[in-house]
């Protein structure tokens, strides 16, 4: 039986990621991610896989390695991530769990719980066929990659040198991803001086004024047609509106797609300065995804991909995209990364996030065949 003949139930696998996108997991709630990698590790258990976890401690939830001993040599890791950018509340609000016809609404449906739940559907169908894979194959499920895996790098360099092929259900999109813009993460201080906001004169300096000029000399940087960003998307500071502000951050993301772009970020971001001398700056620099350009080995996964694509209807190309994933620290190592292999929608980061239910059947049809494929041996 071929890859093609498999009946795949697309309504079944909409209701199990929706019951997965009701867990809600935001980054930063430790319990409430280790709450889906349990559900993550048992469901990779009833499938015979050996369960190993790595503790987060107190600032994580833990990643879930699920390893399939089949075969020998170096085999196939599946990457991908059960946090979300949504907080807990999410559902009971502005983005519940619901069916609008072809679109599924919820928190991480397509980002990527949709992805990781199709990919192990996919292995599900191939082992239910009689098939098992002749080469190992491991699962990884990350907790903290929309914060930028700060607590996972480590892990998935020492999981994908184990590995032959990387395969990332991150969304899918109209190609294959073969290749990941850089991702760089800057956190900025201003360090004023408090005085009463009534006064129209005296020693307050306003660290929230000189980050707004700072903001804006930041995001000027960009250059949009080139795919080079520069974001502001966290600010805070303040206590009383009637209080010079002594303390302000900010968060910055900057999006690089050529070692060109890399390095003029880093010099940028290095040589700001304070507009007000009386006002403080600190920048600190946070985790960095690397930039992730195809080589010959991702190119000959591709061929194979898009050979798979064709026998279950699909034309996929091939591109180089923004929006960091795990992929990038894979694919910067030089393994064959093959990424943006999940479910298709729209609304990624929103609250306006949903999966297309049509895409569900290809794209897990997609996967199966590349397990098959991939595990033959002369590949």
Not at 292 to 321: H, K, M, P, S, W
Request: charged letters at 20%.
């Amino acid at each position: 039986m071929s890859i093609s003949d498999i009946e795949f139930d697309g309504e079944a696998i909409a209701s199990g990621i929706a019951r997965w996108a009701s867990m809600e997991s935001p980054s930063y709630d430790t319990d409430a991610v280790n709450r889906m990698m349990d559900e993550a590790a048992a469901v990779m258990g009833e499938l015979g896989a050996v369960i190993t976890r790595y503790d987060g401690g107190t600032q994580f939830g833990d990643i879930v390695r699920a390893h399939f001993p089949w075969g020998e040599g170096p085999g196939i890791l599946v990457l991908g991530h059960l946090d979300t950018v949504h907080d807990i509340g999410t559902i009971e609000g502005e983005l519940a769990v619901s069916r609008d016809g072809d679109r599924l609404y919820g928190p991480g449906v397509l980002d990527m719980k949709g992805g990781m739940y199709i990919a192990i559907e996919a292995l599900r169908h191939v082992l239910k066929m009689g098939v098992t894979p002749r080469r190992p194959m491991t699962f990884m499920f990350i907790p903290d990659e929309e914060i930028g895996s700060p607590f996972s790098r480590p892990f998935i360099e020492t999981e994908a040198r184990a590995h032959r092929y990387v395969l990332v259900p991150e969304p899918g999109k109209e190609n294959f991803v073969t290749g990941r813009h850089s991702v760089l993460r800057y956190k900025l201080r201003t360090i004023g001086q408090p005085a009463h906001a009534g006064r129209p004169v005296g020693p307050g300096h306003s660290a929230i004024a000189v980050m707004a000029q700072l903001i804006t000399q930041i995001e000027a940087y960009s250059d949009i047609d080139q795919e080079t960003t520069y974001r502001v998307g966290k600010v805070h500071g303040g206590t009383f509106v009637n209080v010079v502000t002594p303390h302000c951050s900010a968060e910055v993301l900057c999006i690089a797609p050529t070692p060109e772009a890399f390095n003029d970020i880093q010099r940028r971001m290095g040589a700001l300065i304070s507009p007000d001398r009386n006002v403080r700056l600190v920048v600190e620099q946070g985790p960095i995804r690397p930039l992730f350009q195809a080589n010959d080995a991702t190119r000959d996964l591709l061929n194979v991909a898009q050979r798979i694509a064709r026998d279950v209807g699909l034309e996929l190309g091939e591109g180089q995209y923004g929006g960091g994933s795990d992929g990038n620290i894979t694919g910067a190592m030089g393994i064959p990364t093959l990424d943006g292999l999940g479910v298709c929608g729209d609304g990624v980061h929103t609250k306006t996030e949903y999966l297309s239910v049509s895409s569900i059947v290809p794209r897990t049809r997609l996967l199966a065949g590349l397990y098959q494929a991939l595990s033959e041996r002369n590949l």
